[in-house]
């Protein structure tokens, strides 16, 4: 062994640095290793230098020093400081016990590497905690590692939703694995194929205690029952799954076979059910079923209310939710809507009131809404009027009716120029169109003449009169006959949670399209955004409570610049001292934080000595 002098430029300064160093031989010839950096020591004579050499020697290998001991205190640190160099060689990466606290540094070679989003995860787990979600997937059997694989893909769906394919390379570009402390270096898209064939069958057992949670955490009480429906899109030909069917796309995708979904939510906006039906299921069918589902998973509170559209307010649908002891509120189809013509045009017994543009945001401006009341054989109606939705109808109506007339223009000159000649295709082209544009074809008679090969048709001026006057308004009945006018109205329009609920899972949560070809992983596809979508309801809700109405799309926005960094620290002992941890929450991350009652600190910081590169 021997000691080596060797100097570091950083910047415009010199540091002169002493390291003890052995030479060892090899079948290609001597070489030599740094057994310890020594810092830089006092200058002494050479013969302190052997006998400190020898000292070292010594400790290290167990045997007598050869030389008397030296009463140099420095010598005796320099000796530990060897014993430790070793031990670090040996084991790898050691953390810092608390008296390294303090070290000296080369202030110009201070980098930051392996930078990682930590502000969106770092909620999103607090939550996936405090809704006791890894409890539950414990309680139905889940070990460990697949809790965490399914923590990770809800994380994924929450934040930036991937496919099984991308997920593991998402992973290493957040701080999941700092958070979890797991090495998800070695997980692939079989692990998570697999996770998802794992969470197939468990769907029920852990929506029924995730409500049971939720109601206990958030005190909510189950009196009002919101279900409504939407549809999702599959990518491929999807042969290999029976409920992939063409129907009504609500996503605006009838080239593609889909789903439809049904969820029920209640007045907060917490998911109480769920339920994957065929494609071209219709919305009336599915009451009966959804019902099951949820007395099955939370059952049916006395005296509840259930909320649906005009889509499921058939007789059987209402006969379905009084036969489950349930109250009812509807929005009347348009059949029943059209008996009220004369009430809506009456300009006696209006009541007016007002709704913001949107229930998240109170300080945006107000749409003016008229009510009024009417009972009749049990029932109570709602007649309602909104300045809003006047527009809205009258756009839709119109541009409807301009594609139904282009559309049995370009029929008609089929017909006309002999490319359609059979009557049965030129009936079947005809009841397409009527059934693609069903708002505004009752408004036209539409007939063909076989003598003169020719299809004609004629507006319906007092039918559509009719619908011009109702613009803007709906009807809503319920046997409700407690409650007035405006408490109906404001209940109903709580079903735009539900349709709330189906745009933050398309569009944040990417629930569609879905890309998954059998059956069973569909569905758990749209389980993993149902989890995800409980996450953000309960940090939403959570905000709410403190004032704060903000979407998690902004939220997730904000917290995405809060990272956690590892902190590459050049000690002057010629050693790197590396530090993971979170940078240092700005203003907008601890105001987002304590209103979620969460630490501002996403982890504790972890110190380890590295060899110098």
């Known amino acids: 062994m021997f000691i080596r002098k060797t100097n570091s430029n ?42 400190l050499v020898c000292k070292v020697k010594a400790a290290l290998s167990g045997q007598p020093s050869f030389f008397p001991e030296v009463s140099d205190p420095e010598v005796e640190v320099i000796v530990e400081k060897a014993r430790e160099f070793e031990s670090r060689r ?28 930590v502000g969106p995860v770092y909620v999103g787990l607090q939550m996936f905690k405090r809704l006791d979600m890894d409890k539950i997937l414990e309680g139905i059997g889940f070990s460990k590692s697949a809790v965490r694989l399914t923590q990770m893909m809800v994380m994924n769906r929450l934040i930036l939703p991937k496919s099984e394919h991308a997920m593991p390379d998402w992973m290493t570009r957040t701080a999941l694995a700092d ?74 995708r009838p080239d593609c076979k889909q789903v439809v979904i049904g969820m029920v939510i209640n007045r907060e906006g917490f998911p109480r059910a769920h339920e994957v039906f065929e494609g071209n299921r219709q919305d009336r069918t599915t009451v009966d079923e959804m019902l099951n589902a949820l007395g ?19 007789e059987e649908n209402i006969a379905q939710i009084r036969a489950r002891g349930m109250h009812y509120l509807v929005a009347c189809r348009q059949q029943e809507r059209v008996q009220w013509l004369s009430e809506f045009e009456e300009k006696e017994g209006w009541r007016e009131i007002y709704r913001e543009v949107s229930p998240s945001n109170p300080g945006q401006k107000k ?75 009752r408004y036209y008679a539409i007939d063909f003449d076989s003598k003169q090969n020719r299809l004609g048709w004629a507006e319906k001026a007092e039918a559509k009169a009719v619908a011009e006057e109702l613009d803007g308004g709906y009807l809503l009945k ?33 629930e569609r399209p879905i890309f998954h070809q059998l059956d069973h992983r569909a569905q758990t596809h749209i389980f993993l955004c149902v989890l995800a979508y409980h996450l953000l309801v309960a940090i939403e809700h959570t905000l709410r409570g403190q004032g704060d109405y903000r979407s998690w799309e902004t939220i997730r926005e904000v917290l995405s610049t809060h990272q ?19 940078t240092r929450a700005e203003a907008q991350h601890v105001d987002i934080y304590r209103k979620l009652r969460i630490q501002e600190e996403p982890m504790k910081p972890i110190k380890s000595w590295h060899p110098a590169r």
């Not at 540091?15 to 001597?30: C, D, I, M, Q, R």
Request: hydrophobic content about 30%; glycine content about 8%.
């Open 10 to 51: 950083q910047g415009n300064k010199t540091y002169t640095n002493y390291l003890l160093v052995e030479s060892f031989a090899t079948p290609k010839g001597p070489r030599q290793k740094t057994v310890c950096s020594l810092g830089n020591l006092k200058p002494r004579p050479r013969e302190e230098w052997l006998k």
């Open 90 to 117: 040996k084991g790898g990466v050691l953390r810092l016990s608390p008296q390294d606290d303090v070290v000296a540094v080369h202030t110009d070679g201070v980098q930051t590497e392996e930078a990682r989003e």
């Open 179 to 252: 958070l979890l402390g797991v090495d998800f270096s070695k997980v692939n898209e079989d692990q998570l194929y697999r996770n998802l064939d794992r969470l197939y069958p468990t769907r029920e057992a852990v929506e029924s205690a995730l409500a049971e949670r939720e109601r206990s955490l958030f005190s909510l009480e189950d009196t009002l029952y919101l279900y409504d429906l939407t549809s999702s899109y599959f990518e491929g030909q999807m042969l290999a799954n029976p409920r992939a069917k063409r129907g009504y796309s609500r996503d605006h």
């Open 296 to 314: 099955k998973r939370v059952g049916f509170q006395e005296g509840a209310t259930v909320v649906v559209d005009r889509g499921m307010a058939f």
């Open 367 to 441: 749409s003016r809404v008229l009510v009024k009341t009417d009972q009749r054989a049990g029932e109570t109606y709602v007649l309602c009027i909104s300045d809003g939705r006047k527009e809205k109808d009258r756009a839709i109506r119109e541009k409807q009716e301009k594609r139904l007339l282009g559309d049995l223009q370009k029929l008609a000159s089929r017909i006309e120029s002999g490319k359609l000649k059979k009557l049965s295709a030129i009936f079947e082209g005809v009841g397409r169109i009527k059934e693609r544009y069903p708002r505004v074809a």
């Open 478 to 510: 319920s046997d409700r006959d407690e409650l007035d006018g405006e408490e109906l109205w404001r209940t109903y329009m709580l079903l735009t949670r539900a349709e709330s609920a189906f745009r933050d899972m398309k569009s944040p949560l990417s």
């Open 564 to 582: 956690v960094v590892t902190v590459v620290l050049p000690t002057t002992s010629g050693e790197e001292l590396h530090i993971r941890r979170g």
